[in-house]
Structures are given as C-alpha cells and as structure tokens.
C-alpha cells in the first residue's frame, strides 16, 4: 500500500505544502549521529514495557534516522497509559544533545484543539455546526455562504493564504515579520471562491484563522483562553504554549532549514543552512493556535483527542467520520492543496484519518512531526524531528522529504502495530 499520497498533504500546518524558499544562512555541519543521546527519565521505556519492542522501536529510529538524513528525533509511544519508550536521538545544535523535554513547534497539531473547541460549544448549545460565519464576521467575503462546520473540515472553498505569491515573497524576505489573522485571511478571502462551499475540499489555513476569530466573538473569551480552559487544563498540559510571539519554552529544540536558498539566489554548491527555530510563526494559524510543545504533551492531546474523551460521543463521531470519500476531486485552480480523499487520507473535523490511524503531522520550519492514535490498539505515537543538512537539496534549499517525520512514524507504527493499516506501508 505505498501510494504516496497518503502522506503527500498531512504535513501542512506548517510549511510542508508551501511552495515556499524558506532557509538558511551560515555554515553547514555534518550530520548528527543517530545514536541515542538520552532517555527520559524514569519515564523511558516503563517497567512493564515488552524490552524485544523497545529494542524494535530504538532500531526502527535509528535506521529511518540514518536513511532520511534526520538531525534530531524525539519519540514517545504510549500503550495504553503505559509509557513504552520515550527517548531522544541526535542533536539539537552542534554538540548540545536533544532531549526528551526539549519544546518544538507544534503547527497543525493545534488544528484538533480548535476544532474541540468548536465541537464542544455544539455540544452546549451555543452555535450549530450549520450557523453561517456572517452571523459573526459579516465583512468577510462569502462569509454568509460558509459554515462554522465547513471551516472546520476546510471545506468552505476559501483559497490557501499560504499559496499566495505575494504572501510567500513577504514571507521569503522577512521570515522574522509579524502577521496579523486580519492580514492572513484577507490572501485568501480576496480570492473567488475555489468551489461552492460544501461541494469540493481544500487545504486552507485560512480556515482556521478565520474559525479562531470566529470563537472569539462567539464566546467574548481570546483563543488561548479558550484552549487553556477546555483542553490544556482538562488534560494537565503545562508544556504547552502560544505566547504570541516566537518565543519558545526552554528547553527547544533547534530547527534548521534552507528553504530560501533559491529565494535569495545562493549559488549551488554553495553550503546554505540557518537556524529557524526563532523564525516568527504568526503567519501560521490563528491566535491561540500558535503554539510550542513538547513530546510529552503532543501525545496527550492525541490521545484525549482520538479517545473521543473530549466531547460527545456524537460530536466524536462526526469528528473522525470519513464523510469526504467519494465526494471531493483535484481542481486545477489548487493543485497542490485540492486532492480526492482516500482510506489513507481523509480530512475529517480537524484530524486526519489515515489508515486505521487519526493523525496530525506539522511540518514547520525545519520543524516535523506526526502525533497519532490508533482507536483499535489505544496506541500513541508522537514524533517530533528536525531536517539534518543532507536533507534539502542543494540546488533549490527545498526538502527531499516531504514530511521527515513521515518515515519515523511509519516505521515506528510498523514496529507497535504490526497488524494496523499504517501509512507507508
């Protein structure tokens, strides 16, 4: 089962689908050996975890590591609530080891809380999946035309802001800059719908800003406060952040990146390679959904998440139902971003149904992960990476791999799930 569609679009949330030059300044180091650097503490492989799969987890790891040119590798794989392995691999900076409380961004993986958030007010009574975004943002172009639901299974038609030529140029030539949501959506509200709303999908992350501003307004309460109040603090997530600038919680993890290679003409050749673990990611998502985490709590949320231990059961099911199949098709007018839904990728209500898995895996800045849970198993992995200098090619900047942290997931899934249909297999 080795379509690579599968995998192709899962990574965004970050840059993953962006057609974005996005890199690097200074010198270039060798790759990092995969050698485990640390395991953390007493939570590394628990007492009653089976050693054989330890062993078959570590070496899936490394490998995949060595094979997909990984700088830095974090993982943690839960059965149950039991904690089987977490263990970090590899480097953050030159000499200095990564570590298994080291903090990340987090990109899409914020997508499902918003979502949560969405689903719960449905569940009190305060808006229906079918309330029109006017009722909340009249001034937004198509707003009386687009559901609360459709923003959250981006189905509403809206064009992808992250698409944009100009918006990539700005980006390209100040990574370092502040957006505002107002100055996101607009890339993509100014822009003629892709396809009536509801008829078609596509990959937007002007969806979710514009369902975060829409929260907003529906509670009175800021979106950080409203993911702090139902869903960091239900599950005890304290490692987890969005302080609405690029600071990230200490311990981080470096990202390196060298995406802006052709954007800025450095010749081929020519080593290429700059630290973007502080490159500013307000042009991401909306407010509150902008947020930094560690290996720790990114597998709390999927778990909570994938349980349905977040909201009704009948709001859970519409999360995760594969409603898209069969209804969706490409479009010429977003190639990259407007694809057929299948059984190893369908977008559900914020989360990604992929095999028997449900999903999100960032992709952001040097930054990739995949958090997913498998329901049949009550299985978690969560998989934070970061690109060694190997992995971008030297003439454009751009990654080889799509989504680094695709390969770790898929050989870490194969080595805990054997039995599970696992993208990339």
């Known amino acids: 089962m080795g379509d690579s569609r599968r995998i192709r679009a899962m990574a965004i949330g970050g840059v993953a689908m962006m057609a974005v030059a996005l890199l690097l300044a200074g010198c270039t180091a060798p790759a990092p050996d995969a050698t485990p650097t640390t395991t953390a503490s007493p939570d590394a492989g628990g007492s009653t975890a ?19 040119h990984v700088r830095a590798a974090i993982v943690r794989v839960l059965r149950g609530d039991e904690v089987v392995l977490m263990q970090a691999w590899g480097e953050s900076m030159a000499e200095v080891p990564a570590t298994t409380d080291m903090h990340f961004r987090s990109g899409a993986v914020s997508i499902p809380m918003v979502s949560t958030v969405l689903l719960q007010l449905v569940d009190e009574g305060t808006v229906t999946m079918d309330d029109p975004l006017a009722t909340w943002m009249p001034d937004v172009p198509n707003a009386d035309k687009v559901t609360l639901g459709q923003l959250s299974q981006m189905t509403s038609g809206y064009a992808d802001y992250v698409q944009d030529p100009t918006f990539l140029d700005d980006f390209n030539r100040n990574p370092f800059r502040q957006w505002t949501p107002e100055e996101l959506y607009t890339f993509g509200t100014s822009q003629p719908l892709l396809f009536e709303p509801g008829t078609n999908w596509g990959y937007a992350h002007t969806n979710y800003v514009l369902l975060a501003l829409a929260l907003e307004k529906i509670t009175g309460q800021s979106m950080i406060d409203l993911i702090q109040e139902r869903v960091f603090d239900p599950l005890g997530m304290e490692q987890t952040a969005d302080p609405g600038t690029p600071e990230i919680l200490q311990p981080a993890l470096h990202a390196f990146d060298s995406e802006r290679r052709e954007h800025l003409q450095v010749a081929e050749g020519l080593p290429y390679i700059e630290d973007s673990t ?29 349980r349905g231990d977040m909201v009704s059961a009948e709001s859970f099911e519409k999360m995760i139902a594969p409603t898209l199949r069969g209804k969706t098709t490409k479009l010429d007018a977003c190639p990259n971003t407007c694809f057929v839904q299948n059984e190893f990728y369908t977008y559900g209500l914020g989360i990604v149904l992929s095999g028997d898995w449900l999903l999100q895996n960032p992709q952001f800045h040097g930054f990739a992960g995949v958090t997913a849970y498998l329901p049949s198993e009550d299985i978690t992995v969560a998989i934070a990476a970061t690109y060694a200098d190997e992995a971008f090619d030297p003439s454009t900047g751009a990654p080889n791999s799509a989504n680094i942290a695709n390969p770790l997931f898929t050989a870490v ?13």
Request: hydrophobic share 40%; net charge negative; no cysteine.
């Open 50 to 68: 089976d050693p054989a799969e330890v062993a078959a987890i570590q070496a899936a790891v490394e490998s995949t590591m060595e094979q997909n």
């Open 278 to 306: 502080y490159w500013n990611p307000s042009w991401s998502l909306g407010p509150g959904s902008i947020q930094n985490t560690d290996i720790t709590d990114m597998a709390t949320v999927i778990q909570a998440i994938g």
């Open 413 to 425: 899934a194969t080595a805990v799930a054997p039995d599970a249909s696992t993208p990339g297999t």
